[in-house]
C-alpha cells in the first residue's frame, strides 16, 4: 500500500500524470515488486512468509522515510490532487471531491474487486490454490507448480494493495512513511482472521465487523484498542473457524436442542 | 522406462543413498525392500525430485530428470504417494479426485478464469473421468464423505487414488499398506494389482513381505543406502545377505 500510495502520489506530483493513470501506475507498481519478490519468499512457509512480508512492508516504509528528496521523508507528501472528474460531454459530470462522491468511487471499485477475486477463487485457479492450502507438497507430487501458483496469489493480493495504497492518497491528500505502518498489517490480517479465512465472506464480514466495533466504543476513547483485542482474543478463541461459521453453529445448536427435546 | 545410475545422497557424512543403481522396464511391478532407514524413501524424494541427489543420473524415458521440480516430474508421467497419509483433508473424496485431475492437465488459464465453454467441456470431462477413478477404487460408497473423517483404510486407498488421477505412466507407492488391518491388505493388494493390470509401471516400497512377494516380479533390496540384493522373490528369501540385513548379525551367532 505504501508503495501504491507513493507510486501514485510522486507521479501525479513530480511528473504532472493524469490521476488515473497514476492509480494505474501504483496498482502495476505493487504487482511488479511482488512478482520480483515473490519466488524468493514463498520458499518460506507460514509464519515465516507472513513475518518476511512484512519486513519487507517496512523496508519500503523505511525507505519513505529515509529518501527524502524524493519523498519528503516523515512529513510525506501533502496536497495530493483527488481523482480526475469523469465527464462525458454533455452526458455526465461526475467529480470526486467531496466524502460522499469519494465513497461511491470506493464502493465501485471494491465491488469490482470481489467480483474478479470470486471469479478466481470459483475458477479452476482457485480450486488449485485451496489444494495447495491443503497440503502443498500433495499438490506438488500431482503436477502442481506450486511456487507460480503462490507467487500468483501473492500478486493478485499485492496489486489490489497497490490500488488500495493510491486511492488512499488521493482521498486523505496527504501521505507519511507511518500511513500504513506495520499495525495496519496486522489489522489487516486480524480482520481475515476474525472473519474466518477459510470463506470468500469471511474477510469481508471481519473487515466490516471489526471496523463497527472499535466505532461504537469511541466514548471510551483511549481504551480503544483494549476493546478491540478483547474481541479479537474472544473470536480466535471461542470461533478459530471465525464469524462466518455462526450462523452454522446456531443451526447445529438447534437441531441438537430438538433432537433431545 | 526408468533408469537410475549412481544415485548418492550425503546428509553431511551419511550417505543415506550410496551408489544406487535400478532399471525399471515399462509395464514392470517391482519392490523395493529393506530394514528401516535402509534410504527407500530418500529414494523415493530423489527420484521425484523433493531431494536433489548430491551424485548420479535419473532418466525418465530416456530424459534426464535430475534437477527438476516435483511437479515437472509428475507431468513427465511419474507420480508418487506418501507414507504419511496425504489428502487434502478438508475436501470430500470426489473433490479429492476432481482436483487432483485439475490439477494435472494442461489448464489454459484465461480460459480457466473465464469460465470459457471449452473449459466448462473439460469440466465435465474431469467429473466423468474422476468418477470412474473412485468406483475403479471402490470409493463410491464414501463419494461425498469428507476426507478427514473416512477410515484409515479408505484415507490410504483416497491416497492412491489422487496420484492416479494425475494420470502417472509410472506410479511409486511408499507403504501402501501400512496400518491397514488383514482385510484391508487383502483388498488394496488386489487393487494394487489391478493398477498394473491396466497398464502402469509400478515401483513398491512396501514392509509387508507376503504382500510384496505376491505382488512383485523383481525385488530390490536396501541396506544403508547400499542395494544389497536383486532379484525375483525366490532368490530374495533365500539369499543370505538379506537375511542378514532382516535378523543383524551377532559375533556369537554360529
Redesign the interface.
Same mark, same amino acid.
Given at each position: 500500500m505504501t508503495l501504491g500510495a507513493y507510486t501514485s502520489a510522486l507521479l501525479v506530483m513530480k511528473m504532472g500524470w493524469p490521476t488515473w493513470a497514476a492509480l494505474g501506475a501504483a496498482t502495476a507498481a505493487a504487482a511488479v515488486l511482488s512478482l520480483l519478490v515473490g519466488y524468493p519468499f514463498v520458499r518460506l512457509k507460514g509464519i515465516y512468509f507472513a513475518l518476511i512480508t512484512a519486513f519487507l512492508a517496512e523496508v519500503i516504509r523505511l525507505i519513505a522515510e529515509q529518501w527524502r528528496t524524493v519523498t519528503g521523508g516523515s512529513l510525506g507528501i501533502s496536497n495530493i490532487p483527488p481523482p480526475d472528474p469523469i465527464v462525458i460531454p454533455g452526458l455526465l459530470h461526475i467529480s470526486f471531491v467531496s466524502k460522499v462522491e469519494f465513497y461511491y468511487l470506493i464502493l465501485v471499485l471494491v465491488l469490482v474487486t470481489l467480483l474478479i477475486l470470486y471469479?478466481?477463487e470459483h +475458477?479452476?485457479?482457485g480450486? /488449485?490454490w485451496?489444494?495447495i492450502s491443503?497440503?502443498d507438497?500433495?499438490?506438488? +507430487?500431482?503436477?502442481?507448480? /506450486?511456487?507460480k501458483f503462490k507467487v500468483l496469489a501473492f500478486c493478485i493480493g499485492s496489486l489490489f494493495a497497490g490500488l488500495a495504497g493510491g486511492l488512499y492518497s488521493q482521498y486523505n491528500s496527504v501521505i507519511t512513511p507511518s500511513s500504513f505502518g506495520f499495525v495496519y498489517a496486522v489489522y489487516t490480517v486480524i480482520y481475515m482472521i476474525v472473519g474466518g479465512a477459510?470463506r470468500f465472506s469471511g474477510p469481508i464480514i471481519g473487515a466490516v465487523i471489526l471496523t463497527f466495533v472499535p466505532e461504537s466504543a469511541r466514548i471510551l476513547k483511549g481504551y480503544q484498542p483494549y476493546i478491540f483485542a478483547v474481541v479479537v482474543i474472544l473470536i480466535i478463541a471461542f470461533m478459530p473457524e471465525g464469524l462466518v461459521s455462526l450462523p452454522e453453529r446456531f443451526i447445529k445448536i438447534i437441531r441438537e436442542r430438538r433432537g433431545h427435546a | 522406462m526408468l533408469e537410475i545410475k549412481g544415485l548418492s545422497k550425503y546428509f553431511g557424512g551419511l550417505a543415506a543413498v550410496n551408489e544406487f543403481d535400478l532399471n525399471i522396464n515399462k509395464g514392470e511391478l517391482v519392490g523395493l525392500i529393506g530394514p528401516n532407514g535402509a534410504g527407500k524413501t530418500t529414494t523415493f524424494n530423489l527420484v521425484t525430485g523433493f531431494l536433489r541427489p548430491t551424485r548420479g543420473k535419473i532418466m525418465l524415458e530416456g530424459n534426464d530428470i535430475v534437477g527438476r521440480k516435483p511437479h515437472s516430474v509428475a507431468e513427465k508421467g511419474m507420480v508418487r504417494t506418501f507414507q504419511a497419509t496425504s489428502i487434502f483433508r478438508n475436501f470430500t473424496v470426489l473433490q479429492n479426485i476432481v482436483a487432483a485431475s485439475h490439477l494435472n492437465p494442461k489448464v489454459v488459464f484465461w480460459e480457466a478464469a473465464l469460465h470459457t465453454s471449452s473449459s466448462r467441456k473439460q469440466d465435465e470431462h474431469i467429473l466423468s473421468q474422476s468418477l470412474e477413478i473412485i468406483r475403479f477404487m471402490g470409493l463410491e460408497g464414501v463419494k461425498d464423505t469428507p476426507a478427514k473423517s473416512l477410515p484409515h483404510g479408505h484415507k490410504r486407498i483416497l491416497g492412491i487414488a489422487i496420484a492416479l488421477a494425475a494420470e502417472p505412466k509410472l506410479l511409486l507407492l511408499d507403504e501402501p499398506l501400512s496400518g491397514m488391518n488383514a482385510e484391508e491388505v487383502s483388498e488394496t493388494v488386489g487393487l494394487i494389482k489391478r493398477i498394473w493390470q491396466r497398464g502402469i509401471t509400478i515401483l513398491l516400497i512396501e514392509h509387508n513381505m507376503r504382500a510384496t512377494m505376491s505382488l512383485c516380479q523383481r525385488i530390490v533390496v536396501l541396506n544403508f543406502g547400499k542395494k544389497i540384493a536383486e532379484g525375483s522373490p525366490e532368490e530374495i528369501k533365500r539369499n543370505s545377505e538379506v537375511i542378514r540385513a532382516y535378523l543383524g548379525t551377532s559375533k556369537y551367532a554360529t
Open positions: 471469479g478466481f +475458477s479452476r485457479i480450486v /488449485t485451496f489444494s491443503e497440503s507438497f500433495l499438490a506438488e +507430487s500431482i503436477g502442481v507448480n /506450486t511456487a477459510r | -
